[in-house]
Antibody, heavy 117, light 111 residues
């Protein structure tokens, strides 16, 4: 079965760029959409954006100006970059496989990213 | 403020049934039969429980069911068990530009 694992720095300084990678195992990354979703401590879920294996992307309008996603099919990985981060970007970041119109399954275990100097 | 409105908390005793509501608008829940529900235990990743309003993924107990009426979707859990205690989030497709919106989450307590 498909499994996802997030990786990347757990601490990022304000105004810098957050970078995370999601590695997909147990199946091919091809022909699916892949999303990033985040969750601040004690709060709800926020969809950040998604990428198709062709490289086509859709981003949350509220984050669009700061988000870049990419995919590397040879490594079965996709990535997130979020620029100009502030403390408000501190959250657990999840990667997930996403269906064409809406739901997410499976999810990675999540990785905590803290924005602090 | 989340795009979809859920009650902050619900509770029930073992064996009982509970329903969690998820209210959106005519731009999301009301326009598409694309509501999904997720269960999240503390410190764990969300798990898909319902998709396309009422479909259950393989392996999800038939005690979980979903429905929709107008702009409001609902998740019903019957025969409550202690292991059902968790946070539950609804999610709806909201068109090609917004894509999806989530609810604020509901904490289910099994008394």
């Amino acid at each position: 079965q498909v499994q996802l694992q997030e990786s990347g720095p757990g601490l990022v300084k304000p105004s810098e760029t957050l970078s995370l990678t999601c590695t997909v195992s147990g199946g091919s990354i091809s022909s699916y959409y892949w999303s990033w979703i985040r969750q601040p401590a004690g709060k709800g879920l926020e969809w950040i954006g998604r990428i198709y294996t062709s490289g086509s992307t859709n981003y949350n309008p509220s984050l669009k100006s700061r988000v870049t996603m990419s995919v590397d099919t040879s490594k079965n990985q996709f990535s997130l970059k979020l620029s100009s981060v502030t403390a408000a970007d501190t959250a657990v970041y999840y990667c997930a496989r996403s269906m064409v119109r809406g739901w997410f399954d499976p999810w990675g275990q999540g990785t905590l990213v803290t924005v602090s100097s | 403020q989340s795009a979809l409105t859920q009650p902050a908390s619900v509770s029930g005793s073992p064996g009982q049934s509970i329903t969690i509501s998820c209210t959106g608008t005519s731009s999301d829940v009301g326009s598409y039969n694309l509501v999904s529900w997720y269960q999240q235990h503390p410190g764990k990743a969300p798990k898909l429980m319902i998709y396309e309003v009422s479909k259950r993924p393989s392996g999800v107990s038939n005690r979980f069911s979903g429905s929709k009426s107008g702009n409001t979707a609902s998740l019903t859990i019957s025969g409550l068990q202690a292991e059902d205690e968790a946070d539950y989030y609804c999610c709806s497709y909201a068109g090609s530009s917004t894509h999806v919106v989530f609810g604020g989450g509901t904490k289910l307590t099994v008394l």
